[in-house]
């Protein structure tokens, strides 16, 4: 059963991941799935399943919507990356379920840090600090 509380982060959670969604295009793995963890105690598996199940359904339609309608959006290339996602997501979550949570929290980690210094370092060099 949900609490009043549980209810209220998680609406806050899909708030916070749906507008950093809409600016950065990002939302499940940066955000929902470590709030998840974090703040409601998820583990590492149930977080990163809950968060894909999140995406089931069209995944910002809304904002997709907008983003095509000032012509922001390559059809052909989404239809693409999506198909693709679809087999790689099949073999990620194969793979996901073979190694220890604490395995996987480190990758996680590794990963999202790994990201945050390439744009970083990117933004740096545009500005002329690098």
Do not use: C
Not at 21 to 33: A, D, K, L, N
Request: aromatic share 10%; hydrophobic share 60%.
């Amino acid at each position: 059963m949900i609490t009043t509380s549980t209810l209220l982060i998680l609406i806050i959670i899909g708030l916070i991941a749906g507008i950093l969604s809409g600016i950065f295009g990002i939302g499940g793995g940066i955000v929902i799935v470590p709030a998840l963890i974090y703040i409601l105690g998820f583990t590492q598996h149930r977080a990163t399943g809950t968060s894909l199940a999140v995406l089931l359904p069209p995944v910002g339609l809304i904002a997709v919507l907008e983003y095509y309608r000032h012509g922001h959006v390559d059809l052909k290339a989404a239809l693409i990356i999506a198909v693709a996602l679809i087999i790689g997501a099949w073999f990620g979550a194969i793979l996901a379920n073979k190694l220890s949570g604490a395995i996987l929290r480190m990758a996680f980690g590794i990963f999202v840090v790994s990201i945050g210094f390439y744009i970083i370092y990117g933004a740096a060099k545009k500005m002329g600090w690098l």
